[in-house]
Nanobody, 119 residues
């Protein structure tokens, strides 16, 4: 069974920084891509950033230049460095993995970590 576990959320003032981490564990054969999504209160879950196994990164426009996604392939972890945080970045952040495990290729999700940007 594959598990994704996030850490690093919390409360930060506008303009501050946070670093989220996600660790993938279990019967993982191939990692195609890992990334982050977020869901603000009353809104649908939205894409934030992704990093493919080939090293290609993609960001949603609202975080470009402020957020950086990175991976440690040896540890099956993906991080999201968030700088210049704004109140509108407040959301539950979910780690996503496009992985091939023992049950085939599918999307896996973490349980989410709360990020609150407020003064």
């Amino acid at each position: 069974q594959v598990q994704l576990v996030e850490s690093g959320g919390g409360l930060v003032q506008p303009g501050g920084s946070l670093r989220l981490s996600c660790a993938a564990s279990g019967s993982i054969f191939i990692i195609y891509a890992m990334g982050w999504y977020r869901q603000a209160p009353g809104k649908q879950r939205e894409f934030v950033a992704t990093l493919t196994s080939g090293g290609r990164t993609t960001y949603t426009d609202s975080v470009k230049g402020r957020f950086t996604i990175s991976r440690d392939n040896s540890k099956n972890t993906v991080d999201l460095q968030m700088n210049s945080l704004k109140p509108e970045d407040t959301a539950v952040y979910y780690c996503n993995g496009d992985l091939r495990g023992s049950s085939g290729r599918r999307d896996y999700w973490g349980q989410g970590t709360q990020v609150t940007v407020s003064s």
